[in-house]
C-alpha cells in the first residue's frame, strides 16, 4: 500500500497569515493526490483534487501543487474558519490512502 | 442535490458482525464511474479507507481489514451496505459513506460527497 505522511502534524498561525501543508507520498502518485478540510463533529469536505484543481464552492485563497510524491496545500490569507485539520489522499492505486492529518489552530 | 447518510447500530458487542448501510439519493451508482467507499475515523485520530463498490459491482478492500468487510450495493434502491465481521473495541469510530465519480481515464478518486456519519462503539 501507499503509505501517506504529512507535515508538520500541527501549526499554529493567525488571521491573516500564509499557510503551506506539506504531503509526500512513499511511491510517485503522478498527481492522483486530493486535499480535505475537517472541522470537529463534521464530515471532511474535498479542497483540492487532483493535485491543484480547485472543487467547486472552495475560495479562492486554497491552492495545491505538487506531482510525483511531493504535495503542498497553501492557504494564501487565514481566515477564523480555515482552522480545522488537514487530510491529503492518494488515488492512484485501488486502495486509498490518507495522510495522519495536520492540525491548523491559532 | 446529492446526499448520503449512515445508518446501523450504535453499539456492538466484541466479536460480534456490524452491519451499515449508506442511503444516498440525487446520483445512481449504475452510472459509469460513480463509486462509493466506506471510510472510518476512531475518535481523535486520522481517516482511514476501508472499502469501494464502483457502478460495475467491482470491490476493493483496505489490505488491513480485507478478511473481515464485505461491500455490496442494492442499486434499485439507492443502497449500500457494507458487513464487518468480529470486531474488537479498536473498530470504534465514525463511519462515513463518500461518493466518488469519475468521468475519465485520468481520476485521483476524490470525494466530494460525504454522509455525515454514524458512531458505532464496539463495548461488552
Known amino acids: 500500500d501507499i503509505q501517506m505522511t504529512q507535515s508538520p502534524s500541527s501549526l499554529s498561525a493567525s488571521v491573516g497569515d500564509r499557510v503551506t501543508i506539506t504531503c509526500r507520498a512513499s511511491?510517485?502518485?503522478?498527481?492522483?493526490l486530493n486535499w480535505y478540510q475537517q472541522k470537529p463533529g463534521k464530515a471532511p469536505n474535498l479542497l483540492i483534487y487532483?493535485?491543484?484543481s480547485l472543487q467547486s464552492g472552495v475560495p479562492s485563497r486554497f491552492s495545491g501543487s505538487g506531482s510525483g510524491t511531493d504535495f503542498t496545500l497553501t492557504i494564501s490569507a487565514l481566515q477564523p474558519e480555515d482552522f480545522a485539520t488537514y487530510y491529503c489522499q492518494q488515488g492512484y492505486t485501488t486502495l486509498l490512502t490518507f495522510g495522519p492529518g495536520t492540525k491548523l489552530d491559532i | 442535490q446529492v446526499t448520503l447518510k449512515e445508518s446501523g447500530p450504535a453499539l456492538v458487542k466484541p466479536t460480534q458482525t456490524l452491519t451499515l448501510t449508506c442511503t444516498f439519493s440525487g446520483f445512481s451508482l449504475s452510472t459509469n464511474g460513480m463509486r462509493l467507499s466506506w471510510i472510518r475515523q476512531p475518535p481523535g485520530r486520522a481517516l482511514e479507507w476501508l472499502a469501494r463498490?464502483?457502478?460495475?459491482?467491482?470491490?476493493f478492500y483496505s489490505t488491513s481489514l480485507k478478511t473481515r468487510l464485505t461491500v455490496s450495493k442494492d442499486t434499485s434502491e439507492n443502497r449500500v451496505v457494507l458487513t464487518m465481521t468480529n470486531v474488537d473495541p479498536v473498530d470504534t469510530a465514525t463511519y462515513y459513506c463518500?461518493?466518488?465519480?469519475?468521468?475519465?481515464?485520468?481520476?485521483?478518486?476524490?470525494?466530494?460527497?460525504w454522509g455525515q456519519g454514524t458512531l458505532v462503539t464496539v463495548s461488552s
Open positions: 463518500a461518493r466518488s465519480y469519475c468521468n475519465s481515464g485520468r481520476c485521483s478518486v476524490p470525494f466530494d460527497h
Open positions: 511511491q510517485s502518485i503522478s498527481d492522483y
Open positions: 463498490i464502483d457502478w460495475d459491482d467491482e470491490k
Open positions: 487532483a493535485a491543484s
